[in-house]
T-cell receptor
Framework: GAVVSQHPSWVICKSGTSVKIECRSLDFQATTMFWYRQFPKQSLMLMATSNEGSKATYEQGVEKDKFLINHASLTLSTLTVTSAHPEDSSFYIC??????????????FGPGTRLTVL | AQTVTQSQPEMSVQEAETVTLSCTYDTSESDYYLFWYKQPPSRQMILVIRQEAYKQQNATENRFSVNFQKAAKSFSLKISDSQLGDAAMYFCAYRSGSSGDKLTFGTGTRLAVRP
């Protein structure tokens, strides 16, 4: 299957700072990338969908000015958590799909990034 | 909007036995896909099995099989010959066949495997 990487795998930051998480598709062109948030013992909650070269579409209740998403190339999307606060601490997962990612544009998931805001 | 319901927060199975995880969904669409994903302690999401709604035949992948009841909007996962490595969170997910690649996940079932 296709491979998606995320960097960093974990990050600790101080309240008020910004953190950038990268999501890369390593062996296919990701026309669409998705960003999810997962709290402990809960399901994945979709935050936003980004298509290469266009603005991300955010789910209801997700602050687009706080969670900046950039999908500038077919292999890279970034999520920047701006002015992070302790309540932003969570596990962030990206996934990617494209016309060559598998059967019917299957999504492939990155390994996730654990963000802790002190 | 589509919804996915997993009514079993936790399940337990004896090693080598069979277990069935339940999933129901609600949609008005006729073209869609259903998935089961496994999330082990590493948190990496792994696709277990996929079912296209237009296919009547239930999907199977080695020890994993589904019981897809389209009229009842039910999509259960059967794990045969359970192994210790099957212990994980299992998420049922829905994807529209006509409006993008977005996945809607259920709340998950935590499966424990007893040695």
């Amino acid at each position: 299957g296709a491979v998606v990487s995320q960097h960093p795998s974990w990050v600790i930051c101080k309240s008020g700072t910004s953190v950038k998480i990268e999501c890369r598709s390593l062996d296919f062109q990701a026309t669409t990338m998705f960003w999810y948030r997962q709290f402990p013992k809960q399901s994945l909650m979709l935050m936003a969908t980004s298509n290469e070269g266009s603005k991300a579409t955010y789910e209801q209740g997700v602050e687009k000015d706080k969670f900046l998403i950039n999908h500038a190339s077919l292999t890279l999307s970034t999520l920047t958590v701006t002015s992070a606060h302790p309540e932003d601490s969570s596990f962030y997962i990206c996934s990617a799909s494209g016309p060559t990612s598998g059967l019917n544009n299957e999504q492939f998931f990155g390994p996730g990034t654990r963000l802790t805001v002190l | 909007a589509q919804t996915v319901t997993q009514s079993q927060p936790e399940m337990s199975v004896q090693e080598a036995e069979t277990v069935t995880l339940s999933c129901t969904y609600d949609t008005s669409e006729s073209d869609y896909y259903l998935f089961w994903y496994k999330q082990p302690p590493s948190r990496q999401m792994i696709l277990v099995i996929r079912q296209e709604a237009y296919k009547q035949q239930n999907a199977t992948e080695n020890r994993f099989s589904v019981n897809f009841q389209k009229a009842a909007k039910s999509f259960s996962l059967k794990i045969s010959d359970s192994q210790l490595g099957d212990a994980a969170m299992y998420f049922c997910a829905y994807r529209s066949g006509s409006s993008g690649d977005k996945l809607t996940f259920g709340t998950g079932t935590r499966l424990a495997v007893r040695p």
